[in-house]
């Protein structure tokens, strides 16, 4: 088992002589690997295993481990009516921010996939809202949804949608609508480009033979565009899913409090506040390392179904 | 999420394609139609939404207190006293402190990342060594771990290490990461022909000198593409900061956000905070534009 850097992947040479391998070679591509390992091994999996020893015992964040409890933290969190809200509001919230985001970002694609003049600054500027960060959009949005001065009021109010100013913030359906405007606006145009590169790669001749075939634009778009570019829409789908589900910023600056409530009803509470307000504010680490635990699941299970359900249309 | 692992194969075709639109376009009818009025108006509409609520903050950070925010139509337009909110943001609060702390943990973690992910990119796109597919799908199974499920034992364990409150604790559980490792795997492979290690290594370079004077230099857009997108995320992010961190030595994002706290907000003020945090980024990626749209667009595979 020489190690070498090799000419040919997964075939040998006859013709050449097995050259002796140099003694550090054995050890270098180790080398070269080993950071990574180490700081994942360190920072990200120790922990998130950790996370596990943690939700079976008593736990304060300051003063550290206390008694076993086994799995009390996780019948307590089954019997708090506040984990079935904000298992709720997350599902809810990602929801509404993935599927218009996704469905808007493949529109975006196919309009820029055209000939286009100035075709570099379109993208360029679409991918604007990506620089900047959760925070500052959190704080933009928060104004521009505000009840009295808000912008969102302004326009709806004019143009007869609504009667009187909403109240954003108060009820479970706005705020998870105004949360998820966040979350669309900032990755939109990032989801559009990937859709877009995976356009640019469908074959030219398929496009030709709709064309010849008398195909309408919106057709060719579903039946050869779609297919052909599938598995980058399964791979976004993924991890819309692993991002969408773990909100944390958005939710939490949307009321200005930062108490991780979620409002005074908890209306747009997700679990990633929940876990920081029990980890962080409350300190209770053991109970906190549950709703990780819990929301792990969740994701993992979403996750799995977008997966299955992508995988299902493909073969359809 | 912000560096989106990249991995489909039809992204490389995609780049390859690009390098001649031109002639394509020339060969044969149009693959697709050209776009009309309705799609530029679209197009312009979008445009719009996505640079609106940056240039509102702007308009509302020109103005000279919250009054403007009160009358019956929302601000559109700049007033003059941009220059002097700004200062009183420095004035009021620690924000030198904490664009030093937001540079600083940026800027190492994007260097850091490049060289060790090209590092252990070039070893798994190369070298041939026991076990190399298996650690392989490792690094492809933690993209798509989600680390900020581990949160608590982290922080505790930056504690015990003594890092808690320090810039590295922001730094060090970030130094490398496994969609880099990944990214820089796809572009060494794609952009580096075998022949050239080969060659480098009849010349008698040992591997380290072929990866430097080979390997990086032939990946130099990649890198640069996954440095910036390290660089961007570092400076935007928000949890992790907001816990390792006291709030008194933060980053950008915590002192954005306690602009923003308290009792009475003042809004020209806050707004100002975003612009200021804002710009330097929106600035760097201007010039980049180009480059970083290319580079998402092949999912940074191709340089």
């Known amino acids: ?316 | 999420m912000a560096v989106t692992a990249p991995t489909r194969p039809s992204a490389v075709r995609a780049d390859r394609r690009r390098s001649g639109p031109r002639t394509a376009a020339r060969r044969g009818p149009h693959r697709l139609d050209g776009a009309g009025p309705v799609a530029y108006a679209l197009l312009a509409a979008i445009t719009a939404a996505s640079v609106f609520p940056l240039y509102w903050s702007f308009v509302v950070a020109s103005h000279d207190d919250n009054s403007v925010l009160a009358g019956t139509t929302p601000p559109l337009v700049p007033g003059g006293h941009l220059i002097e909110n700004i200062q009183r943001v420095f004035e009021l609060s620690a924000f030198w402190q904490a664009l030093g702390n937001s540079l600083i943990v940026a800027s190492t973690t994007a260097v850091s990342n490049v060289l060790l992910s090209s590092l252990a990119g070039f070893a798994f796109a190369k070298l041939r060594f026991p076990g190399r597919n298996a650690l392989l799908v490792c690094v492809v199974v933690t993209v798509m771990v989600p680390t900020q499920l581990g949160i608590i034992p982290l922080y505790m364990l930056v504690t015990d290490m003594g890092m808690y409150g320090r810039l590295s604790a922001l730094i060090v559980p970030a130094l490398v990461s496994a969609v880099g490792v990944f990214w820089m795997r796809q572009a060494i492979e794609e952009n580096i022909p075998d022949e050239l290690i080969e060659a480098a290594r009849m010349d008698g370079a040992g591997l380290l000198r072929t990866y430097w004077h080979v390997v990086v230099p032939g990946v130099r857009t990649t890198a640069t593409v996954l440095g910036m997108f390290t660089f961007m995320f570092a400076w935007n992010d928000y949890f992790w900061p907001l816990i390792a961190l006291p709030p008194e030595n933060g980053t950008v994002q915590i002192a954005l956000n306690q602009l923003a706290a308290g009792y009475y907000t003042d809004y020209t003020l806050m707004l100002a905070g975003v612009v200021v945090s804002v710009l330097p980024v929106l600035a760097v990626f201007t010039v980049l534009a180009r480059r970083i749209v290319s580079g998402v667009m092949a999912g940074a595979v191709k340089g």
């Open chain 1, 1 to 316: 088992m020489a190690v070498q850097a090799h000419p040919t992947p997964g075939r040998t040479r006859p013709g050449r002589p097995p050259r002796r391998p140099r003694p550090e070679r054995h050890l270098l591509p180790y080398l070269f690997v080993a950071p990574f390992f180490v700081v994942f091994g360190v920072f990200g999996l120790y922990p998130l295993l950790q996370t596990f020893w943690v939700s079976l015992h008593d736990w304060d964040r300051l003063a550290g481990q206390g008694a076993w409890v086994g799995f009390d933290n996780f019948t307590r969190l089954l019997e708090d009516s506040d984990f079935y809200t904000a298992t709720f509001n997350t599902l809810s919230i990602f929801v509404l921010s993935t599927v218009p985001q996704l469905l808007a970002a493949l529109g975006l694609a196919w309009l820029l996939d055209r000939r286009l003049r100035a075709r570099s600054a379109w993208r360029a500027l679409i991918l604007v809202p990506q620089y900047v960060s959760v925070v500052a959009v959190a704080l933009v949005f928060s104004q521009l949804f505000g009840r009295d001065f808000g912008i969102v009021n302004w326009v709806l109010e004019n143009l007869g949608v609504i009667g009187a100013p909403v109240d954003w913030t108060a009820d479970t359906w706005s705020s998870h609508l105004a949360i998820s405007f966040m979350v669309m606006w900032r990755w939109t145009g990032y989801n559009a480009l990937i859709f877009l590169a995976a356009m640019q790669a469908v074959p030219r001749d398929l496009y030709e033979s709709a064309q010849i075939d008398g195909a309408s634009r919106f057709l060719t778009f579903r039946k050869v565009t779609l297919p052909a570019i599938r598995p980058t829409i399964v791979f976004t789908v993924v991890i819309s899913t692993i991002g969408g589900l773990q909100l944390f910023a958005e939710p939490f600056l949307f009321d200005q409090q930062g108490n991780a409530e979620g409002g005074a009803e908890h209306q747009f509470q997700t679990l990633t506040l929940m876990l920081y307000k029990y980890g962080f504010i409350n300190n209770d680490a053991g109970y906190a390392s549950a709703v990780s635990w819990v929301l792990f699941l969740v994701i993992a299970v979403v996750a799995a179904v977008n997966f299955l359900l992508a995988r299902r249309s493909e073969r359809r």
